[in-house]
């Protein structure tokens, strides 16, 4: 969850499989109708919930972790490789082209 991103289809099917083990339990083909709404699950332990983490919020969570760390240079090998390989002279924001896509319009229709 912290390399890449989760489809939402993905985790959509990962909560199905949780709430089914949740409110099912052994019996796969029991047809029990859920006690509480998945949202109230979800919310932590001190407000009322049972502390189940929302997959989508973890995993971009864990994404900007990522991100953090490579925007603040930390001391971790695999930043120090992308920013010594792709960016020794510059920040990775100044490496974008910062161009209007019009002109290919202009230079086919012209």
Not at 8 to 16: E, F, K, N, S, Y
Request: glycine content about 6%; some cysteine; proline content about 3%.
């Amino acid at each position: 969850m912290g390399t890449f991103s989760i489809h939402a289809i993905v985790i959509g099917q990962i909560d199905i499989f949780r709430k089914h083990c949740l409110w099912r339990g052994a019996d796969i083909n029991a047809k029990q109708s859920p006690k509480v709404a998945w949202t109230e699950v979800c919310k932590s332990k001190d407000n009322g919930g049972l502390g189940v983490l929302d997959l989508r919020t973890q995993n971009e969570a864990l994404l900007l972790k990522h991100l953090h760390k490579f925007l603040n240079k930390e001391d971790i090998p695999w930043v120090l490789l992308i920013w010594e390989s792709n960016y020794s002279n510059a920040h990775p924001q100044s490496k974008v082209k910062k161009a209007s896509f019009w002109w290919r319009h202009l230079k086919t229709v012209g």
